[in-house]
């Protein structure tokens, strides 16, 4: 039985599949306690076996299904995965990326959406290094960095990682404000804009963008 917290369709509003209308699955539980979690994964609302959930998929209609929690690498997916792509469903997968990714996802994942949250992981570049390996060819990969969660010096060291590597492991790197709420938070976000644009000047080679999430602007869920 697969463990949901919630399933609910949306604009997807950040990252590189932003604006796409997708299926959103947050499955149950996480393996962080991050001060700033913005959602309710703990409960489970709902446990489905694997034709109950693809039938839940179907009924709300996307091409696009968003694996999201919590932490959707703590369960087994693989069975689900192999489902939604046989019937041609675009998969994004969204993970703290703190344990590695469970093996034979790669396969089935079009849009991976890395948002570390625990420092050490942005010490550990070999992990990094063979993730960006692994995946095959198109798939795409965004790894979220959220300030003021990480400093500018932190985020600098991890970048410089990839820096000046023939091909980055194709990589694209968004710096994103911790709170979205531009009234509350705007001295932060406007250091992260600012500062997305300084870092884009100083690592030329890398793909880095300014990201926010803009459903939370435009009211979606
Ligand atoms: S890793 Fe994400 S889902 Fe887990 S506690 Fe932190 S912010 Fe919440």
Redesign the pocket.
């Known amino acids: 039985m697969y463990k949901i917290n919630e399933i609910f369709s949306a604009i997807q509003g950040e990252g590189l599949d932003l604006g796409i209308p997708s299926t959103f699955i947050r499955f149950s539980g996480?393996d962080?306690?991050?001060k700033f979690?913005d959602?309710h994964?703990d409960p489970v609302n709902g446990n489905f076996t694997l034709s109950e959930l693809f039938g839940l998929v179907k009924e709300l209609g996307n091409r696009s299904v968003i694996i999201t929690?919590?932490?959707p690498t703590l369960h087994p997916l693989l069975p689900l995965l192999k489902l939604l792509k046989e019937d041609g469903i675009r998969i994004g997968v969204e993970s703290?990326f703190y344990m590695p990714t469970p093996e034979g996802w790669e396969d089935f994942v079009d849009t991976w959406s890395l948002a570390p949250?625990a420092k050490v992981t942005l010490e550990v570049f070999p992990k990094w290094q063979a993730f960006g390996i692994s995946v095959p060819d198109g798939t795409q990969k965004a790894v979220k960095l959220l300030h003021p969660h990480f400093s500018r010096l932190e985020i600098e060291y991890f970048l410089e990682k990839f820096q000046g590597i023939d091909f980055n492991y194709g990589f694209t790197f968004y710096i994103m404000p911790v709170n979205q709420d531009f009234t509350l938070h705007k001295t932060n976000n406007e250091n992260s804009l600012v500062m997305a644009k300084e870092l884009a000047r100083e690592f030329p080679d890398l793909d880095i963008r300014w990201g926010t999430q803009w459903h939370k602007t435009i009211g979606e869920k």
Request: hydrophobic share 10%; net charge neutral.
């Open positions: 996480c962080l306690n991050c979690c959602t994964h929690g919590g932490e703290n949250k």
